[in-house]
């Protein structure tokens, strides 16, 4: 009997997006994408996710689109703002980078699994993700596993 795989339920900000014409950040960038194209990931992004990409290069615009007919788009929730706002509170991130908090919240809110980021200050931290989850246990949210795009496309053996 062939085993089937799970579809991990993963959280792409902006950063990933934007990673697929960035140098450092490209290869596993679009690796990351490819596996999502296989179904090997599903993909969720949200509308703070859109907003921030309407304000950047057309190609990251155009990418983003491509990508939507493989991804399940998230709303800003009364409960997702609920949920950032306590992240702020506990001091996670200031206010300054609300917005970081929000992509941690919406993925949280969404039921993701993961978040894939390239922001290694706010998010992918190794300091600050405990300090999530701490949030999210205290709220009756599952906890969440944040990776850079490098950690979760695997590889062949």
Same mark, same amino acid.
């Given at each position: 009997?062939?085993?089937?795989?799970?579809?991990v339920?993963?959280?792409?900000?902006?950063?990933?997006?934007?990673?697929?014409?960035?140098?450092?950040?490209? *290869?596993?960038s679009?690796?990351?994408?490819?596996v999502?194209? $296989?179904?090997?990931?599903? @993909?969720? #992004?949200?509308?703070?996710? /859109?907003?921030?990409?309407?304000?950047?290069?057309?190609?990251?615009?155009?990418?983003?689109?491509?990508m939507?007919?493989?991804?399940?788009?998230?709303?800003?929730?009364?409960?997702?703002?609920?949920?950032?706002?306590?992240?702020?509170? *506990?001091?996670?991130?200031?206010?300054?980078?609300?917005?970081? $908090?929000?992509?941690?919240? @919406?993925? #949280?809110?969404?039921?993701? /699994?993961?978040?894939?980021?390239?922001?290694?200050?706010?998010?992918?931290n190794?300091?600050?993700?405990?300090?999530?989850?701490?949030?999210?246990?205290?709220?009756?949210?599952?906890?969440?596993?944040?990776y850079?795009?490098?950690?979760?496309?695997?590889?062949?053996?």
């Open positions: 009997m062939k085993k089937s795989k799970i579809q339920r993963a959280y792409a900000d902006t950063s990933v997006f934007g990673g697929v014409f960035d140098k450092e950040f490209e *290869k596993p679009k690796i990351f994408f490819d999502v194209k $296989a179904g090997n990931i599903k @993909l969720l #992004t949200s509308e703070l996710v /859109r907003q921030e990409i309407q304000a950047g290069p057309n190609k990251v615009q155009v990418f983003f689109e491509e939507l007919s493989f991804a399940q788009v998230v709303g800003i929730s009364e409960a997702v703002l609920e949920l950032q706002k306590t992240y702020i509170s *506990k001091e996670i991130v200031s206010k300054k980078y609300s917005t970081d $908090a929000m992509h941690v919240a @919406l993925a #949280t809110v969404s039921g993701a /699994r993961v978040i894939v980021s390239w922001n290694f200050r706010h998010i992918v190794f300091q600050k993700i405990p300090m999530y989850n701490s949030v999210n246990a205290l709220l009756g949210y599952h906890p969440i596993g944040i850079s795009p490098l950690e979760v496309i695997g590889y062949e053996e």
